[in-house]
T-cell receptor
Framework: GESVGLHLPTLSVQEGDNSIINCAYSNSASDYFIWYKQESGKGPQFIIDIRSNMDKRQGQRVTVLLNKTVKHLSLQIAATQPGDSAVYFCAEIRGASGGSYIPTFGRGTSLIVHP | GAGVSQSPRYKVAKRGQDVALRCDPISGHVSLFWYQQALGQGPEFLTYFQNEAQLDKSGLPSDRFFAERPEGSVSTLKIQRTQQEDSAVYLC??????????FGSGTRLTVV
């Protein structure tokens, strides 16, 4: 099930189940979003991205859905494995000076996969 | 190199001490970002460089924080007179404008 802990929301699933991690973003002008996976002691690792002209994008075992009407993103992980246990962040990319873009991170969700 | 390299991996500083954290970005990446990540939180933006120019430093929490990238490659984040609230993981990322954002493993700073 899903619960809100003192710091991070936590999602606990059984190995082999599908996982859905949700994220709400704040800036309706954001046109690019990235999902990151962060394991303990490591930096965020790119999983999948999506631009605002798309509603859905699929990768290997992962799917990202974007609902611009309610400013909501979700990450679906198929056949979740113990190695998927990590903290997952969505990041919205906002425009910055000089033509570059700055990732702004959400709160994160801790995914725990039980064997 | 193959990825973003940060050093040191761990740093313990006495309160009031100055520290310097280093980031080696991916070769050819024009943009470089520094983030601060407190325990159980997401990374918070500190500052951003495009080549050697610091174009956004809106996230630096105080004037004790200073970042530079003098030759448009390696960057250093300096914290003067460290305080306990500065304890966090400091992450560096580099990118080619709006794609290929890659993060380093971070420097864990503990102020005692």
């Amino acid at each position: 099930g899903e619960s809100v802990g003192l710091h991070l929301p936590t999602l606990s699933v059984q190995e082999g189940d599908n996982s859905i991690i949700n994220c709400a973003y704040s800036n309706s002008a954001s046109d690019y979003f990235i999902w990151y996976k962060q394991e303990s002691g490591k930096g965020p690792q790119f999983i999948i991205d999506i631009r605002s002209n798309m509603d859905k994008r699929q990768g290997q075992r992962v799917t990202v859905l974007l609902n611009k009407t309610v400013k909501h993103l979700s990450l679906q992980i198929a056949a979740t494995q113990p190695g998927d246990s990590a903290v997952y962040f969505c990041a919205e990319i906002r425009g910055a000076s000089g033509g570059s873009y700055i990732p702004t991170f959400g709160r994160g969700t801790s995914l725990i996969v039980h064997p | 190199g193959a990825g973003v390299s940060q050093s040191p991996r761990y740093k313990v500083a006495k309160r009031g001490q100055d520290v310097a954290l280093r980031c080696d970005p991916i070769s050819g990446h024009v943009s470089l970002f520094w983030y601060q990540q407190a325990l159980g939180q997401g990374p918070e933006f500190l500052t951003y460089f495009q080549n050697e120019a610091q174009l956004d430093k809106s996230g630096l929490p105080s004037d004790r924080f200073f970042a530079e990238r003098p030759e448009g490659s390696v960057s250093t984040l300096k914290i003067q007179r460290t305080q306990q609230e500065d304890s966090a993981v400091y992450l560096c990322a580099s990118s080619i404008f709006d794609r290929d954002y890659t993060f380093g493993s971070g420097t864990r700073l503990t102020v005692v």
